[in-house]
């Protein structure tokens, strides 16, 4: 079993909900810890405490463009309430608690999800092995395309993250047909996620969860905690 959420965006509040709810389990977060956005602006503090809890807890985390943000390697330019130095070093220092992709009871978890294009990428017996094969093959490529330099043709100078799991769209502000794990928005490209992937995402915020054939959409604009529980089927409003 596994409880999901997405999208905390510093919210100490909601990270509490989600760590009292069936503590026994595996938790998993998928990205964008941090920058909380629109109306609920938080301070500086709560944001630290909101990270910090999560960092000291055993979730497992992954990757958000919130969070990528904040490495070194800085593939795109940070865009939250405070300055790009202002969670560096506890991203860079906790770094190996992170992953781009994770399998969770037959599910593959990332960020913003594997769109069609991408999908097409990824080689098809890999595909073939389900999540966690897809999961460990994102994981690897993550690696590789991180290191990679790309030089930044919006602002200048130099980014890394170069590759199709780093793309943005250009309905998100890129130059790219369509986004990676980090940035697809299946409304704004006007394509669902890969029907070939069981997977759960956030990162494209909507009234509330949404739910597809295949697919598992968990972000949402009013700030309220919502997970997916695996064992009982159940998107849930904590």
């Not at 998928?30 to 055993?58: M, Y």
């Not at 017996?125 to 919006?154: H, K, N, Q, T, Y």
């Not at 990162?203 to 700030?223: A, F, K, Q």
Request: with cysteine; net charge negative.
């Amino acid at each position: 079993m596994a409880v999901i959420i997405s999208d905390i965006h510093g919210s100490i509040l909601n990270v509490q909900k989600f760590l009292a709810y069936e503590p026994q389990e595996q938790h998993v977060c998928l990205g964008d810890i941090v920058d909380s956005r629109g109306r609920n602006k938080l301070t500086f503090e709560e944001e630290v405490a909101c990270l910090d809890l999560l960092l000291n807890s055993p979730t497992i985390l992954l990757w958000g463009n919130h969070d990528l943000a904040y490495l070194p390697e800085r593939p795109w330019r940070c865009y939250g309430n405070f300055s790009e130095m202002a969670f560096r070093d506890r991203y860079q220092t906790a770094r190996s608690k992170f992953a781009a992709a994770y399998a969770a009871d037959g599910w593959l978890c990332t960020h913003a999800g594997v769109s069609p294009k991408l999908a097409k990428l990824i080689p098809t017996s890999v595909i073939a092995g389900g999540a966690e094969a897809i999961a460990e093959w994102l994981c690897v490529e993550f690696e590789r395309e991180l290191v990679v330099a790309d030089p930044d043709i919006l602002r200048g100078g130099t980014r890394y993250g170069k590759g199709p799991l780093f793309q943005i769209p250009v309905c998100r502000g890129g130059y790219q047909e369509f986004g990676g794990i980090f940035w697809h928005d299946a409304g704004g490209e006007q394509r669902l996620p890969s029907p070939l992937v069981r997977q759960i995402f956030g990162h494209s915020p909507d009234v509330e969860p949404i739910r597809g054939e295949t697919w598992i959409n968990l972000d949402t604009y009013d700030g309220e905690a919502w997970i997916y529980n695996t064992k009982t089927d159940a998107i849930i409003r904590l």
